[in-house]
């Protein structure tokens, strides 16, 4: 059984930093497709980057140069390392794997991922 559990989460100022994990079990890690997705309270659940088996990454162009998201892959861990934090970061995170791989041109959205953790949540303050 696929379990995914978000930490990290929490309250910064404006320009701090934050630093979420993603603990995996229950399947081999190396053969999914993992990806950070956050939604604010009235909004769509939106891509924020996601990571092949490679290490290849992808983002958002709303945090690029900001994330970055590392997976190691013998702790079956994610994370994203999250800089320069704005108030329009506010959401609930939320760690997703996907069985295989995603083309490099589809677009990273939720329906691609079966597997959803609880979120955490970040709150950036002004």
């Known amino acids: 059984q696929v379990q995914l559990v978000e930490s990290g989460g929490g309250s910064v100022q404006s320009g701090g930093s934050l630093r979420l994990s993603c603990a995996a079990s229950?399947?081999?890690?190396?053969?999914?497709?993992m990806g950070w997705f956050r939604q604010a309270p009235g909004k769509e659940r939106e891509g924020v980057a996601g990571?092949?088996?490679?290490?290849?990454?992808r983002y958002a162009d709303s945090v690029k140069g900001r994330f970055t998201i590392t997976q190691d892959n013998a702790e079956n861990t994610l994370y994203l390392q999250m800089n320069n934090l704005k108030p329009e970061d506010t959401s609930m995170y939320y760690c997703?794997?996907?069985?295989?791989?995603?083309?490099?041109?589809?677009?990273?959205?939720?329906?691609?991922?079966?597997?959803w953790g609880q979120g955490t949540q970040v709150t950036v303050s002004s």
């Open positions: 997703a794997a996907r069985r295989g791989s995603l083309a490099w041109w589809a677009p990273l959205l939720p329906t691609y991922f079966a597997y």
């Open positions: 229950g399947y081999t890690y190396s053969r999914y497709y």
């Open positions: 990571i092949d088996s490679d290490g290849k990454a």
